[in-house]
């Protein structure tokens, strides 16, 4: 049974420039959250996608978006990168049953930006 | 923001002696989670207690809630050089609402 995946692990990238993130959930799961961890810090949310729609959002610019495909698949995308993007991007899936929130997160390995 | 705040920030001990955690927050919560991760990597869940219940047992992981003091405590037993890495607590206001994490505990466990 597949985790989560993240893709690409590691990447490097100039300020200004974009970046997408790509993760697959857990095989079962169709939730996925978004969330960036600052070295020392805890994961801050960015966003969860439920049903290809954003349905909530942290406290993050217009700059992170995201997209969720009807495979439950995710992307983030982040525009006009700054140095204080550096950071480990998790994502993480869990599952809707019956239109109640399992509570448990499935975290991938994260994805590590770099900002130059 | 994060909504809970994790004490002590750091904590060395030696194998087996038993480490307890502890994680305050400040709004009422649906339930309370802990989550466990190595060195930079992926976090992993450790054990979910909800808002009505007040310990919870994993293996050697105990978790207690007081909701009327709006803190949790996470106490490992025996500890191995092995439970070594961050632990996190994270709050959910409600069922299906983004869980928000703490600071984290960085948990040095030497043999």
């Known amino acids: 049974d597949a985790g989560v995946t993240q893709s690409p692990t590691h990447l490097i990238k100039t300020r200004g420039q974009q970046v997408t993130l790509r993760c697959s959930p857990k095989s079962g799961h169709d939730t996925v959250s978004w969330y960036q961890q600052a070295l020392g810090q805890g994961p801050q949310f960015i966003f969860q996608y439920y049903e290809e729609e954003e349905r909530q959002r942290g406290n993050f610019p217009d700059r992170f978006s995201g997209h969720q495909y009807p495979n439950y698949s995710s992307e983030l995308n982040v525009n006009a990168l700054l140095l204080g993007d550096s950071a480990l991007y998790l994502c993480?899936?869990?599952?809707?049953?019956?239109?109640?929130?399992?509570?448990?997160?499935?975290f991938g390995e994260g994805s590590r930006l770099t900002v130059l | 923001s994060q909504q809970g705040e994790e004490d002590p920030q750091a904590l060395s001990i030696q194998e087996g002696e038993n480490a307890t955690m502890n994680c305050s927050y400040k709004t009422s919560i649906n339930n309370l989670q802990w989550y466990r991760q190595n060195s930079g990597r992926g976090l992993v869940h450790l054990i979910l207690i909800r808002s009505n219940e007040r310990e919870k047992h994993s293996g050697r992981l105990r978790v207690t809630l007081d909701t009327s003091k709006k803190s949790s405590s996470l106490l490992i037993t025996a500890s191995r050089a092995a439970d070594t890495a961050s632990y996190f607590c994270a709050t959910a206001y409600q069922a299906g609402t983004a869980l928000i994490f703490g600071k984290g505990t960085t948990l040095s466990v030497s043999s």
């Open positions: 993480a899936s869990s599952s809707v049953l019956a239109g109640v929130f399992t509570g448990e997160l499935f």
